[in-house]
């Protein structure tokens, strides 16, 4: 009898909660709705808030509902719910809330989301759109404490440093620990640091770069110590500071020995023991086992099917230590076979990334088509209902609207026009420029063949200065403008090469002593172009040793360029290239004319390019002389 009363007070007592509970859920205020923190995001507390909308229909709250819902789909790894619910939030906000501000807050979120996955799915300029969003209502409601702002900011640096935008890149890199350095965690400074010191490297600002690592040292993190050592030593290689980098590159092997890594982070490790293979190879110790190890890491990297930068960058480093290992050991051969498959590829990965590049644009273009379309579409409806629903007295107004709409629509056509040919010349430009002149790399290989044999203390000169002059030349077919000092060094490289090998003339380059060619921006690689005519077409059919001279002098807001040879004459050189079918100044120079018109329509300058016969006292040909006045811009 006892368990039977028990029994029936047990179920009044859960009659009473249940009518409770109930009664809660109507009760449930708007204010409430607007106000509750989901925390933590789980599936229990997102289920629990959908249940208080669904109690009751007047209560507005689906916009949260849906942010928070995409937000757990993404922290579970399904990206394509995720997305789903996170383009529904935004959507309900637009249709059904568009006057709750505490609706829009969520939207930050959604955003968030929504920009992760856009950037995963390499849909790059949408990403852009929803970080940005993302930052807007942040800074809209500053009372609400979100901790998206600096997640937001990194995300945007991390679009442009996939679409190439180093400068772009780093300024919001820059901004993070400009603005909420102190509110990052260790390993968020650790790794805004170090990734701001590798984008100083890809704009070859190696001095900044050393700054930003020195400051990821300071912070005693065991795991940015072993990258930041590594990518030092890496530096001061490249810069064949050979004692700095065997002092880094040792320091970073000692802490890969010790560290416990996560595997998603084991790629530091293998870096940092791969680059201790160079310390012992310098130091006389190369062992078949440091050969084998280069020889299947070299195979791992040629496995990847789509390589990055740093991937690239680990294949070159690598290669460079095998060759280094068989010259060690004698086996000059192997060495050669090394150098001339980095050679192929640092080509194939030009070529990779030039298709990437076209295939953005396109999709760019594509998007930008369908968008005008629409918006054609709709503008012509809307013109449609006017004339229905409007008087005859309306009718001048509107015939004047529509005049005012077609110039503007000429106009537009006309900007766009321009802006397609401009983006087209670029293309171009940049496909001719990575394609290194095959007959020139066959020269500057066979140099360096040559050289191991007979000028043994040359040919890590030449190797360096030809690995330089590749690097520069893929890293700079992204960037539209570019350090001059840069461009002088690459040039540089150029001469110091050609001249190496032909032995037939000698080279001086003069800068003015007002042009900061550090701080000083230009067009890349349009310079090179009639330096190499001075070369093949000039100075190399002349009977006398040939001289090339380039002098850099600033006109206002120009850089002009005067290149000049001591060869047979433009117009005998010209001449001969008609007869042997070649046409390659009219190639090079046209396509530079076209795109200083482009830059002068597009930035009202004054950028051109004269090219004339230097004439002796007989009024003979004595040589070429090239004036190139480019568009400039300081920094």
């Given amino acids: 009898m006892n368990t039977k009363f028990y029994s029936v007070v047990l179920a009044f007592l859960l009659c009473i909660v249940s009518k409770n509970t109930v009664s809660a859920q109507e009760n449930i205020t708007q204010r409430y709705i607007d106000t509750l923190k989901i925390e933590p995001i789980d599936s229990a507390n997102v289920s629990l808030f959908k249940n208080y909308l669904l109690k009751n229909s007047k209560l507005r709250g689906w916009t949260k509902y849906y942010a928070h819902k995409g937000f757990l789909f993404l922290k579970k790894g399904q990206k394509d719910s995720a997305y789903f619910y996170s383009k529904k939030a935004i959507k309900t906000f637009e249709e059904m809330e568009p006057d709750n501000s505490y609706a829009e807050r969520n939207l930050t979120r959604a955003n968030y989301t929504a920009g992760l996955i856009s950037r995963n799915r390499k849909q790059f300029y949408d990403a852009l759109q929803y970080f940005h969003e993302c930052i807007r209502i942040i800074k809209k409601y500053p009372d609400a404490n979100f901790r998206f702002i600096e997640f937001a900011l990194d995300q945007i640096s991390i679009v442009h440093l996939k679409l190439g935008n180093y400068s772009l890149a780093l300024k919001y890199k820059k901004k993070i620990i400009a603005e909420h350095y102190d509110e990052l965690t260790v390993q968020y400074k650790g790794s805004n640091l170090t990734q701001t010191a590798v984008l100083y490297e890809y704009l070859h600002k190696n001095d900044s770069a050393k700054i930003y690592y020195e400051k990821a040292l300071q912070l005693n993190h065991p795991y940015f110590e072993l990258t930041t050592n590594s990518n030092l030593g890496n530096l001061y290689y490249h810069e064949n500071k050979i004692d700095s980098a065997v002092y880094f590159f040792s320091a970073a ?61 680990m294949m070159l480093s690598t290669m460079d230590y095998l060759a280094l290992a068989y010259e060690k050991t004698q086996r ?304």
């Fill in 253 to 313: 092997k000692k802490i890969a020995d010790t560290i416990k890594l996560p595997s998603w982070r084991e790629r530091s490790r293998i870096f940092a023991k791969t680059n201790y293979h160079f310390v012992n190879i310098h130091n006389g110790k190369t062992s078949p086992y440091i050969v084998n190890d280069l020889l299947q890491k070299i195979d791992s990297l040629k496995s990847i099917e789509n390589p990055d930068t740093e991937d690239r960058d």
């Fill in 332 to 635: 000059v051969k192997l060495a050669n076979e090394v150098y001339k498959d980095r050679a192929k590829f640092v080509q194939d990965f030009s070529n990779m990334k030039l298709d990437e590049e076209l295939q953005k644009l396109e999709l760019r273009l594509e998007t930008k088509s369908k968008e005008e379309e629409i918006s054609s579409l709709e503008a012509i409806k809307d013109l449609q209902d006017r004339r229905i629903q409007q008087q005859n007295a309306i009718i001048y107004v509107l015939i004047g609207i529509a005049l005012l709409i077609t110039v503007l629509i000429l106009l537009w056509l006309n900007r766009r026009n321009i802006k397609n040919k401009y983006e087209k010349v670029v293309l171009q430009q940049q496909l001719l420029r990575s394609q290194m002149n095959p007959h020139f790399l066959f020269n500057t290989l066979n140099t360096i063949l040559h050289a191991t044999d007979t000028k043994p203390e040359k040919t890590k000169q030449y190797v360096l200065k030809l690995s330089k002059l590749l690097r520069t030349t893929l890293e700079n077919s992204r960037e539209e403008f570019v350090p001059l000092q840069d461009e002088i060094e690459a040039i540089d490289n150029y001469l110091n090469l050609q001249s190496n090998f032909s032995e037939m003339f000698d080279f001086i380059i003069s800068i003015a002593d007002d042009l900061e060619t550090e701080f000083t921006y230009v067009p890349p690689m349009l310079i090179q172009p009639f330096v190499e005519n001075a070369i093949i077409h000039g100075i190399t059919n002349a009977n006398i040793r040939g001289l090339v001279s380039l002098d850099f002098t600033l006109k206002g807001d120009l850089v002009s360029c005067t290149i000049t040879d001591n060869g047979i004459g433009y117009s005998k050189s010209s001449q001969k290239e008609k007869n042997n079918l070649k046409g390659h100044t009219s190639i090079s120079g046209d396509i530079v004319k076209e795109r200083l018109v482009i830059y002068n329509k597009q930035n009202s300058t004054k950028a051109s390019l004269n090219i004339d016969d230097i004439l002796d006292e007989n009024e003979k040909a004595s040589g070429t002389k090239v004036i190139l006045n480019l568009p400039s811009y300081e920094i």
